[in-house]
């Protein structure tokens, strides 16, 4: 006897299907402190930092994000450190979108000491867009120094990732867009699930933070640890792009330890069984509002 027949499926609108194709960035190394036994697998030496975001590239990823550490692999906010890792990427024929932290190094440089990787002109730079309690430390960004920080992007021609890592962080970089310090439209991180900042890494919290911004800037998530692999699979069918990257997270999978290139591949794949296209690093250019070579 035949299977009885079936009413026909209704067509599922994706609320993707036009959103812009996938921007993929990978954070390579962050500023925690080198420890080779309980963390192998970070990047850890300038080289290694080239060597893994070279291979992050090579998986997918439009962007790379950088931190600068010294020989001995401590973390550094130093100018001259930045220059060696992007003339590296660049003599080894990188396209990526280069995009340099102005954090603090973990602590190590205090406000204006931040922005020294500005001076490079690089295409893009991480704007931190608040005060935060950041593990155990208070990771400063009072308005004032917001305003100078926004000068110096502004000076430099640098496009800022707006780093919020709280609902009063977008309220903050609202207020310096209507004061004619950040753009409009301006590149949003949400940052998720910070150990000491209270902030849950939750698709509720995802989905408050980006309707707070108008539609159509591009928006990512960056979630930290276990919440990384399905946030970044929500973001990819909410319509936002990807952070990856061991600065957030050190694990493939329950014991099994990540690679930068692992990591940004996981994504490619799961972008495609989702049939949302990947980036290419101009198509990124396009999507983020750049607008000159890097
Ligand atoms: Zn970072």
């Known amino acids: 006897m035949p299977p009885p027949a079936r009413e026909p499926v209704a067509r599922c609108e994706t609320v993707w299907a036009m959103a812009d194709p996938l921007v993929i960035q990978c954070a390579i190394t962050g500023s925690i402190d080198p420890d080779p036994d309980r963390r192998p697998n970070l990047p850890s030496t300038p080289e290694a930092i ?66 020294g990787p500005l001076e490079l002109a690089p295409e893009m730079a991480s704007f931190d867009c608040g005060s935060i309690n950041f593990r155990e430390q208070l990771f400063e960004g009072d308005l004032p120094f917001l305003r100078r920080m926004a000068e110096k992007f502004g000076e430099f021609g640098v496009r800022p990732e707006v780093e919020c890592f709280d609902t009063g962080h977008v309220g903050l970089a609202l207020q310096l867009r209507d004061e004619g310090l950040l753009p409009d439209p301006m590149v949003m991180q949400f940052v998720l699930g910070v150990p000491g900042s ?97």
């Open 50 to 115: 080239v060597a893994s975001a070279l291979e992050a590239w090579r998986a997918g990823a439009a962007v790379v994000h950088l931190h600068a550490r010294r020989a001995d692999g401590t973390p550094t906010q130093d100018r001259e450190a930045y220059r060696e890792l992007v003339d590296a990427l660049r003599d080894a024929g990188c396209e990526a979108i280069v995009n340099l932290s102005c954090g603090s190094a973990g602590g190590r440089a205090l406000r204006d000491e931040r922005l």
């Open 198 to 294: 209270g902030v849950p890494a939750t698709v509720e919290m995802v989905e408050h933070l980006r309707r707070m911004v108008p539609a159509g800037w591009p928006w990512s998530v960056c979630a930290i640890g276990r919440a990384q692999l399905p946030l970044n699979a929500y973001c990819i069918l909410a319509g936002g792009h990807v952070r990856t990257g061991l600065e957030d997270n050190l694990w493939f999978r329950r014991g099994e330890p990540a690679t930068n290139g692992a990591l940004v591949q996981r994504v490619v794949r799961i972008a495609a069984e989702l049939d949302r296209p990947v980036a290419t690093p101009g198509e990124a250019r396009q999507i983020l509002g750049l607008t000159r070579a890097g």
